[in-house]
């Protein structure tokens, strides 16, 4: 198997590490943004999120298996875009919401399915540093998918508000989406005091 990685940055390197360690016989080789007409089985892209939808379409367009760090995209128009192309292509795409595979995410989805309604979700994560990258896009994404697949549909109601810090170029980002009478509370950003992640859950 070929695959392609694109991207060249810290964690296009945690990506390709790990498959040479658990996966030696694939063939791994690192390509530019623009599509390239070497052959491969499957890309990986480890971009910065502003450029995942076109990267993303040009091998979707050729029919190639697309494994997309997240998020997806950073636009409504963009992800509606990349839906419809895969409405014609039927090609398989990932997107890297690692936490979803996490067994202690699934043990905690579990219990809740088992006390049934949701009062509220507080999920909050994030770490100090890596200030050139938004924290929206950087670790939001992951607290909003755990959300969205503990409800198994949208909110109804948004709500977001930075803050931005006046010693660094950081910023803490709070995030509300509202189901109902239910909703999740998300804190996160690059300001914190040391790397964290929790989520809780109130049934």
Same mark, same amino acid.
């Given at each position: ?18 498959l040479?360690?658990?996966?030696p ?7 530019? *943004?623009? *599509?390239?007409? !070497? ?51 039927n090609?398989?795409?990932?997107? %890297?919401?690692?936490?979803?595979? %996490?067994? *202690?995410?699934?043990?905690?989805? +579990?219990?809740v ?13 994030g ?10 896009? %950087?670790?939001?994404?992951? %607290? ?8 198994g +549909?949208?909110?109804? !109601? ?5 803050? *931005? ?39």
């Amino acid at each position: 198997m070929r695959l392609a990685i694109i991207g060249k940055g810290y964690w296009s390197g945690v990506i390709k590490r790990t498959l040479e360690q658990h996966f030696p016989d694939i063939c791994l080789f690192v390509l530019g *943004r623009e *599509r390239e007409s !070497q052959a491969v089985d499957g890309v990986i892209i480890a971009t910065p999120p502003n450029t995942h939808a076109k990267i993303a379409r040009q091998y979707i367009a050729d029919s190639i298996p697309v494994f997309i760090e997240k998020p997806l995209c950073t636009s409504y128009e963009d992800a509606k875009e990349i839906v419809a192309d895969l409405e014609v292509r039927n090609v398989p795409v990932l997107v %890297d919401h690692t936490y979803l595979f %996490d067994s *202690r995410y699934q043990r905690m989805k +579990e219990e809740v399915k088992r006390h049934g309604k949701i009062h509220s979700i507080q999920s909050w994560g994030g770490n100090y540093g890596q200030f050139k990258y938004d924290p929206l896009w %950087d670790y939001a994404p992951h %607290d909003v998918a755990m959300c969205l697949d503990i409800f198994g +549909e949208y909110p109804g !109601q948004t709500v977001l508000r930075r803050m *931005r810090s006046h010693v660094t170029s950081g910023e803490a980002i709070f995030l509300w989406l509202a189901w109902f009478d239910t909703v999740a509370e998300i804190i996160t950003g690059n300001i914190f005091a040391s790397r964290s992640r929790r989520c809780m859950v109130r049934c």
